[in-house]
C-alpha cells in the first residue's frame, strides 16, 4: 500500500471491472439504496428515448438530472467506462487534497487515501450500478481540490457544476469561499479568528454566482426552456414528488404525512439543512476543509433522496484528517451502526416489496438505523475537530483531570 | 317492360316493409324508434345476445330549450338535456364486465367491450367554457343519470386519442376528443334500471320485457352501451345491451339448447306500439342439426326473422334434438378472429416488472394494426427498454409511428394519464411479442383505496384498425384476414408497494425524534466551551 506503483495498479483494476463484462444483476441499476431517481441511470436513458423522439423528457416527472447530463449522454457515447474514470478522477483528487493539506508532493499515505475512495463499498457500488452519483461525488472532491490547491477559478468552476448537478451541495458555497481564503493545512489544534478580507471572499462569490449563471443558461437553452428542467431537477429536492424508498428519512416520512401538513414539513426538512452551515462554518473557521467535509456528513444523513454514496463521501473523507482519530470516541460503534444499516437495508427491501413477506415498517426502521450511523459519525467528527485543540492530557496525569465541555 | 319491371319490384319491396312494420306512423314527428335482438349461438354452446334499440331524431341539430321546450316524444329528454347542454356532437358509454374472448366468440356485434366504463366523447370546439370544463360536466351528469362512478373518469384517467376513436360524421366545426376509461367500474342493476328508462317502452313491453337483470347479470358477459352520433339524416342513438349465455351451465353442463324461458326466465307478450320495425334474429349455424321453433317468417344471409309485430307473443327455442350431450371444441380449431392478442404483467417484485404483449396472426396474410394504451400514472412505462420479436428475433421493422406522451402534472398536483400509440405489422402465421418495463409508482398513503391490498385495475389496451393516409381508406377493413373494428385486452391487476397505514404518528414521532437527537447532539458540542476539570477522587 505504501509502494507509489499501488494506486496505478489499482486504478487499473477499476478500470478492468468496467472494462471485461463483469456479471452486474439486473436488479443493480434499478436498486433503491444505490441509485435514486436523480441520480438512476435508467431514468436518464428513458429520458434520453424521449429527447431522441422528440418528446419534453422534463415532463412527466421522469428525469431529474440535470439538462447537461443529457447532452452528455446524448453526443458521447459513455460506457461503464466513464464510471470507473469518474472514480478515478474521484480518487486522484482525494489524493490531492490530502496532499495540500499536508503540504507534500508525495507521502506514504497516498495509496491508503485512495483506497479508502476507490474499495468503499459505499462508492463501489453505486459506481457499479451507474449511478450518477459518482459524477456528483468526483464533481465535489474536484472542488475541494481545486479550492484547497489555491486555484479559485477552477474551484469555483467545480463548485458551480456540482451544486447544478446537485441542488444541495450549495450547503458547501461557504466553507468553500473561506477555503479558498484561507490555508488547507489542518489548524484543528489551534483554532483562531478568520482573518481573511472579507472582500476576498466576496469577490469569490460573485465570480461563483456568474459562472452558476453561466451553467442555468447553459442547462436551459439545452433543455428548451428554463422552468421544465428546474422543477424537475431542482424542484425535486425540494419538493419530492417522487416517494420511491432510499435509505435517508424523507421518503417515508412524506409518504406518511397528512396532506394539510405537507408543505410545512417540507419547509422544516430543507431549512433543518441549511440550518448547520453558519454554525459549522463559524465554530471551525480556522479549518474551511473540515467544516466542509462535516457538512458533507451532514448531507450524507439528511439529504432528500439519499443514496449510500452520500454517506459513502463522508466515510471515504476521514482518510484526509487523520489526526483526529486519537480524540474519536465511538469509532466502533459508528462502524458497526454502518455494517448493522447496510445488512438491513437490502434485506428488508427484499423482504417488502419482493418477497411480499415484510411492510414498509422494515424497511423504515433500517433507514432509521442508517440515520443513526450517519448522526453518530458526524457528531463524533464534531467533537474530535474540536477536541483536538484542548490537547490530550499526558499519560502521567491520565485519572486526575478531564476534559469535558460545561 | 322495363317500366313494368321497376314497378314491380317497387311494389315488393313496399310490401315486405310493410309486414316489418306496425300500422303506427314510422317517424311521430321527426323521431324514430327500432329495437332489434340478435342471437348468435357461439362454438362454445354459448349465446350471445346483442339488444339494440335505436332512436333516430330526423333533424340537423338537438332541440334546445327556447325553440321547441326540448320536446321529444320518443328521444329521452334526460339524455337530450345533457347533450345539448354540453354540446355533444358523439358520445359513447360503456359499461361492461367479463372478459370478451375473441377467440372463441369471434367479433362482438358491438365493438365496445373494454372491461368496466368506457367513456369517450366528441365535443364542439368552441364555446365560451373549456373543453375539460364541459368533460367534467359531461361525466359527472352522466354519473348522476346512469347511478355509475362515472365522476371518478377524472383527467387522472383522461386522454384524447383522435386516431382511435375517430370522428364517424365529418363536422364542419372543429372538436375534441375526450377519453377515459375505469376498468374497476362494474355494471350492475342499478346501471341498468335508468337504461330502461330511457325506452319509449321502457321494459313493459316489446323486446326490452326480456331484459331481466337477474338473468342479464347472471350472464358470463354482460354489458350496456349507449352510441350518440350524429349522421346525416340527423342525430342517431344506439342504447344497447349485450350479454352471453351459457346454457350449458344452466342445464347442468349437458346441453345447449336455449329458449327466450331459459336465458330471460320470460317470453315477450306484446310489442311496443311506437316502434318502426322490431325483429328478432337468430344466426342459424351452418351443417347442424338443430331445431328451431317457432316457424320464422323471413330468412336473410343465414338468420333467422322474427317480427315481434305480428309474432307476438314469443319465445324463441333453438334445439339440437340428436345431441344428447354438449361435446365442447378442440381450442386450437376455433379461432374466430385473424389476430390473438395476450397482455401480461411479468415479475414478482412490486417495483418493477415487464408489460409483455404477444399478438399471435392466425391467418395467412399480414396484419397492420395499431396499438393503444391509456395507463394511468400507477405505472410508468419505460420506453427505451421496448423489445418486439418474432420468434426470438428482434423486429424493429414491425413497429411504426410510434407516439408516447407520458404523464405530465396537471394543475391539481394529480398525474393525467400515460398514452402509447403504435402501428404494429404483424408477419403471417406468427407471433409478435411487444415488451417493456414497467415500474410501479409509490404512492402516499392517503391516495391509497381503502382496500390497499386489492390492487389496482389497469384499464385494457385497445387494438384499432388503421387507417392508410395515401390510401385514404382504413384499407385493411376489406380483407376478410384483417381487425374489423376495435379489440380489447382483458384489464390487468397490479399490486402497488403499500405502506403501513397505521404508522402516520409513530413516523413523524420517530423521524422527529432521531433529526432532533442529532441536530440536538451537534449544536451541543458547538455551543458549549471545553474546560478542564480535575477529578475528584
Known amino acids: ?406 | 317492360m322495363h317500366w313494368g319491371g321497376a314497378l314491380f319490384t317497387l311494389c315488393l319491396s313496399a310490401s315486405l316493409a310493410a309486414s316489418y312494420t306496425n300500422n303506427v306512423p314510422s317517424a311521430i314527428s321527426g323521431e324514430r324508434y327500432n329495437e332489434d335482438l340478435f342471437i348468435r349461438p357461439l362454438l362454445d354452446g354459448r349465446v350471445a345476445t346483442t339488444f339494440t334499440f335505436t332512436t333516430d331524431l330526423l333533424e340537423d341539430v338537438l332541440r334546445d330549450s327556447e325553440s321547441s321546450g326540448q320536446h321529444y316524444t320518443l328521444f329521452p329528454l334526460t339524455l337530450g338535456q345533457i347533450l345539448e347542454e354540453y354540446s355533444i356532437a358523439e358520445l359513447h358509454l360503456t359499461l361492461n364486465s367479463g372478459k370478451w374472448d375473441y377467440d372463441h366468440w369471434g367479433y362482438p356485434d358491438d365493438p365496445s367491450v373494454g372491461t368496466g366504463a368506457e367513456l369517450w366523447a366528441w365535443m364542439a370546439d368552441g364555446p365560451s367554457s373549456t373543453i375539460d370544463e364541459r368533460w367534467t360536466g359531461l361525466r359527472n351528469a352522466l354519473a348522476g343519470l346512469f347511478c355509475a362512478s362515472l365522476g371518478s373518469l377524472d383527467m387522472r384517467r383522461t386522454s384524447s386519442p383522435s386516431t382511435v376513436f375517430p370522428i364517424s360524421s365529418s363536422p364542419s366545426t372543429p372538436h375534441a376528443l375526450r377519453y377515459a376509461n375505469l376498468p374497476s367500474e362494474n355494471v350492475c342493476t342499478e346501471n341498468l334500471t335508468p337504461f330502461v328508462k330511457l325506452l319509449p317502452c321502457k321494459s313493459r313491453a316489446g323486446l326490452a320485457t326480456l331484459l331481466n337483470p337477474q338473468r342479464i347479470f347472471d350472464a358470463d358477459w354482460h354489458g350496456l352501451n349507449i352510441h350518440l352520433r350524429s349522421t346525416e339524416k340527423g342525430t342517431e342513438l344506439k342504447l344497447g345491451v349485450q350479454a352471453v349465455f351459457d346454457p350449458v351451465r344452466l342445464s347442468g353442463g349437458r346441453r345447449r339448447d336455449w329458449s327466450f324461458r331459459l336465458l330471460f326466465d320470460r317470453v315477450i307478450h306484446n310489442s311496443c306500439s311506437v316502434a318502426g320495425s322490431s325483429v328478432v334474429r337468430v344466426q342459424v349455424p351452418d351443417g347442424e342439426s338443430h331445431a328451431l321453433s317457432p316457424t320464422f317468417v323471413a330468412d336473410d344471409s343465414a338468420a333467422a326473422v322474427y317480427n315481434l309485430i305480428t309474432q307476438v307473443p314469443l319465445d324463441v327455442s333453438m334445439s339440437w334434438p340428436y345431441e344428447h350431450t354438449f361435446q365442447y371444441p378442440r381450442v386450437h380449431q376455433s379461432r374466430l378472429v385473424p389476430l390473438s392478442v395476450q397482455r401480461t404483467l411479468h415479475g414478482s417484485s412490486q417495483i418493477h416488472g415487464l408489460l409483455f404483449i404477444a399478438l399471435t396472426n392466425n391467418g395467412q396474410n399480414d396484419i397492420v394494426v395499431g396499438y393503444f394504451e391509456n395507463l394511468p400514472a400507477l405505472v410508468t412505462l419505460w420506453m427505451h427498454t421496448m423489445e418486439i420479436k418474432v420468434d426470438g428475433v428482434k423486429r424493429d421493422d414491425l413497429i411504426s409511428n410510434v407516439t408516447y406522451h407520458p404523464h405530465h402534472v396537471l394543475a391539481n398536483g394529480q398525474k393525467s394519464p400515460s398514452t402509447f400509440q403504435a402501428t404494429l405489422t404483424i408477419p403471417a402465421a406468427s407471433t409478435l411479442h411487444l415488451s417493456m418495463e414497467v415500474s410501479r409508482a409509490f404512492l402516499k398513503y392517503t391516495e391509497h383505496p381503502p382496500d390497499a391490498m386489492r390492487g389496482w385495475d389497469l384499464p385494457p389496451a385497445i387494438l384499432f384498425p388503421v387507417c392508410d393516409p395515401t390510401m385514404g381508406i382504413c384499407n385493411m377493413r376489406n380483407t376478410s384476414t384483417d381487425v374489423r373494428g376495435r379489440m380489447y385486452t382483458p384489464s390487468l391487476l397490479i399490486d402497488l408497494p403499500t405502506p403501513d397505514f397505521s404508522m402516520p404518528y409513530n413516523v413523524i414521532i420517530f423521524t422527529c425524534t432521531l433529526i432532533t437527537l442529532i441536530f440536538g447532539s451537534i449544536f451541543n458540542l458547538l455551543t458549549r466551551s471545553w474546560v478542564i476539570v480535575r477529578v475528584e477522587d
Not at chain 1, 463501489?124 to 481540490?145: D, G, I, Y
Not at chain 1, 493545512?185 to 478568520?194: C, D, E, G, V, Y
Not at chain 1, 466542509?292 to 484528517?321: E, H, N, Q, R
Open chain 1, 1 to 406: 500500500m505504501e509502494s507509489p506503483l499501488f494506486l496505478p495498479v489499482l486504478a487499473t483494476c477499476r478500470l478492468l471491472l468496467a472494462w471485461v463484462h463483469f456479471p452486474v444483476p439486473d436488479g443493480l441499476l434499478i436498486d433503491h439504496q444505490l441509485t435514486s431517481p436523480l441520480t438512476s441511470y435508467f431514468r436518464l436513458k428513458e429520458g434520453l428515448w424521449l429527447y431522441h423522439h422528440g418528446v419534453d423528457p422534463y415532463v412527466g416527472g421522469i428525469l431529474k438530472h440535470s439538462p447537461l447530463f443529457l447532452s452528455l449522454f446524448s453526443t458521447v457515447p459513455l460506457g461503464r467506462v466513464a464510471w470507473a474514470l469518474s472514480d478515478i478522477v474521484g480518487a486522484w483528487a482525494l489524493v490531492r487534497i490530502w496532499r495540500s493539506r499536508q503540504q507534500l508532493g508525495q507521502s506514504r499515505r497516498d495509496g491508503l487515501v485512495g483506497t479508502a475512495y476507490l474499495l468503499n463499498p459505499y462508492l463501489l457500488l453505486p459506481s457499479l450500478a451507474s449511478s450518477t452519483s459518482t459524477f456528483e461525488n468526483a464533481a465535489v472532491l474536484l472542488t475541494l481540490m481545486f479550492a484547497a490547491e489555491g486555484r479559485p477559478s477552477l474551484a469555483l468552476l467545480a463548485l458551480a457544476l456540482s451544486t447544478h448537478l446537485s441542488l444541495t451541495t450549495l450547503l458547501l458555497v461557504v466553507p468553500v469561499l473561506m477555503l479558498l481564503a484561507t490555508s488547507p493545512t489542518s489548524q484543528l489544534a489551534s483554532p483562531r479568528l478568520f482573518g481573511e478580507s472579507y472582500w476576498k471572499v466576496l469577490r469569490y462569490a460573485s465570480e461563483f454566482v456568474v459562472y452558476w449563471f453561466v451553467l442555468v443558461c447553459a442547462a436551459s437553452i439545452m433543455a428548451g426552456g428554463v422552468w421544465n428542467w428546474m422543477r424537475e431537477s431542482w424542484g425535486a429536492s425540494l419538493i419530492l414528488p417522487d416517494l420511491t424508498p432510499n435509505p435517508g428519512f424523507w421518503w417515508y416520512f412524506f409518504t406518511e404525512m397528512f396532506d394539510h401538513f405537507r408543505p410545512f414539513f417540507l419547509m422544516v426538512f430543507s431549512t433543518h439543512l441549511v440550518i448547520y452551515v453558519m454554525p459549522v462554518c463559524i465554530k471551525f473557521q480556522h479549518d474551511a476543509l473540515y467544516a466542509a467535509f462535516l457538512l458533507l456528513g451532514i448531507l450524507g444523513a439528511f439529504k432528500p433522496y439519499l443514496t449510500l454514496a452520500d454517506p459513502g463521501l463522508f466515510l471515504s473523507m476521514f482518510a484526509v484528517f487523520p489526526e483526529i482519530y486519537p480524540y474519536l470516541r465511538h469509532a466502533i460503534v459508528t462502524a458497526l451502526l454502518h455494517a448493522h444499516a447496510s445488512l438491513l437495508l437490502p434485506l428488508f427491501h427484499a423482504l417488502w416489496v419482493i418477497e411480499g413477506r415484510g411492510n414498509a415498517n422494515f424497511y423504515y426502521a433500517a433507514s432509521l438505523v442508517m440515520g443513526i450511523a450517519g448522526g453518530a459519525g458526524i457528531v463524533d467528527a464534531c467533537f474530535a475537530g474540536m477536541r483536538i485543540a484542548v490537547g490530550s492530557v499526558p499519560e502521567a496525569e491520565r485519572g486526575k483531570w478531564e476534559v469535558i465541555q460545561e
